[in-house]
């Protein structure tokens, strides 16, 4: 932020994590520092903590930012603890030089304060919505006010309803904000607000080109048909022929002879884009592990809507390399104030949904409201405007109510076992999707402790080569010892074949958990069920139906989007295959499977992993931890 005079600037700096193999959500605080604009050297303004009452730590948070009022104060949010003991977001205030701090406002759930350049105005972020307020002289230097919607001191001014962020005042009366492709501006003297649509359209990245991959063993997916031995014939980004197919005219010809293709994976519940706090890297391990390891298409619940949706678009534009990526944005939390996701009335529901749906939302994540009415109105408006609704799974009645009033799916493991055929038969007829979620549910202990048992993961070369080794280290170096008998997932993966066989679907959900290898552990334990091909069949096209994308993703079709996997072996013979990856393909590009360098139609290197530091990830060819750093 520029100083009013210009001669100076102020800058948010963190605290060097990513210099530590950690990402942004990982400062535990962050500086106000000051440069001039003639260059020159640096001073540290003042430290701000991440952490504390009021919650400025976490990947939900935006990164603090600083505004300046009269005297030349600088003004910024920061965690604060209320004379109640209640956590709070305070508008605090210090000099340039750090000294004399105030605390000027608070308000119970707020992500950003800025105040008017003469003090007399400040605006707020809450629940993703803009609002303003009159700052008295209480508020300046005495005791602060404390700003809310219903019964605050001073009158509060909610600006918008459907979605706004980051306000800024261009003068003392003029306030900006935006949200989606919505721009305004707002002059709280008159009550007026200008409104403007932004429009802005970008390439997306689609080969010149025509491609076979030839002699293959190509698992379909398209009625489980099987070729032993043919092409695939890929056009641009689309598929053009499978099988017997004519490639005298092909760019390209790769002999996949002794390969096995499959369509990519489809995983609908993975947390991927948590780190990054809306300033999402061009190299970013969250995404590219997951395409590396097949995955070509996700649906990332309950994710901070400003990382996601940019991600999303990022990658579908070619400036970050990762799987197709769609999301809720942020759940509708039950009583969730922060949010604004308390959903009191129909028209309140409604309103969050439409922020939602404006910010690229293809599904809506509705998190255990608490009444039937309450989820009726999510799943009424939801149909109306052509959206998905998963949801956390719950008790069977909780469940049955959430399908009969219309919701297309959930996630997580039902809470009794085993499922019995009324149940089944009831969520086969209605075509719901069951995701189970396997890795971090069940009776028992949680199935990813299985794989962590089984084999030491933490120090697969893969995972090693996507991920910062903070990111894997403790917990997959953690192996627990039980009889194999504890662990519930072939009785899950029994009630969601038994629901398929009805008539619904499935879905592999890795949650995040153990990022890459997760999606795979999930296809596995299906097969304990159900048998490698329609393990593969959960993978792909289940999750491709319950995205709404079949008729683009999901098997391998002509008129199909190419998103494939070339394998070095069958899964058909041995499911653990699937991550035996030689090259991954999405939408026509093949990338290597585990640098993920793109070999076709370009061979252009991925780049430098900044997350790796071959110091710490090893010590005598094993990974250290932070004991024998020391």
Known sequence: MWTPDGSEIVVTRGSGAAARARSATQNPYWELWRVSAEGGSEEKIMTIPAGGPGGLLGNRRQITRASFGPGGRIHFPAGHETDGGRGATALMSVRMDGSDPRVHATIPFGDEFVVSPDGDRVAFQEGDNVFWAPLPPGGTGGDPIELKKKGAPVPVTQLTTDGGLYPRWLDNDRLEYGSGQSFFVHDAATGGTDTMTIRLSVDRVIPDGTLALTNARIVTLDDRAVHESGTVLIDGSRIACVGECDISGADQTMDMTGKTIVPGFVDMHAHHYREHKGLIPKRDFESAIYLAYGVTANLDNSMWSQNVFASGEMIRAGAVVGPRTYSTGDPLYRGDAARQNDLSSYEVAEQN?????????????????????????????????????????????????????????????????????????????????????????????????????????????????????????????????????????????????????????????????????????????????????????VASLHGAVFLGADQDIGSIEAGKLADLLVLNSNPLDDIRSTTDIMYVVLGGVVRDGLSLDEVWPNQVPYGEHWWVDPNAWLMDDRPVDYWDRR
Request: hydrophobic share 40%; glycine share 10%; no cysteine.
């Open 353 to 537: 949904i439409n922020r939602l749906a404006s910010w690229g939302a293809t599904a809506l994540k509705q998190y255990l409201q608490p009444r039937r009415d309450q989820r009726q109105w999510v799943s009424d408006i939801a149909r109306r405007k052509g959206l998905m609704v998963t949801s956390e799974n719950n008790d069977i009645p909780y469940t049955i109510g959430m399908i009969m009033d219309g919701q297309t799916g959930f996630e997580h493991p039902m809470t009794y076992l085993p499922m019995y055929r009324d149940l089944s038969t009831f969520l086969g007829a209605a075509e719901a999707t069951y995701s189970p979620t396997f890795i971090v549910g069940g009776i028992g202990p949680w199935n990813e402790e299985f794989f962590f048992a089984e084999d030491e993961v933490w120090l697969d070369p893969k995972q090693r080569e996507w991920l910062p080794w903070r990111q894997v280290i403790p917990h997959m170096r953690r192996r627990w010892e039980r009889p194999d008998t504890d662990y519930s997932f072939p009785f899950i993966a029994l009630g969601m074949m038994d629901v398929i066989e009805e008539g619904g679907w499935g879905a592999i959900g890795s949650h995040g958990q153990a990022h890459g290898i997760g999606s795979h552990w999930e296809i596995w334990m299906v097969e304990s069920a159900a048998g490698p091909m329609a393990a593969l069949e």
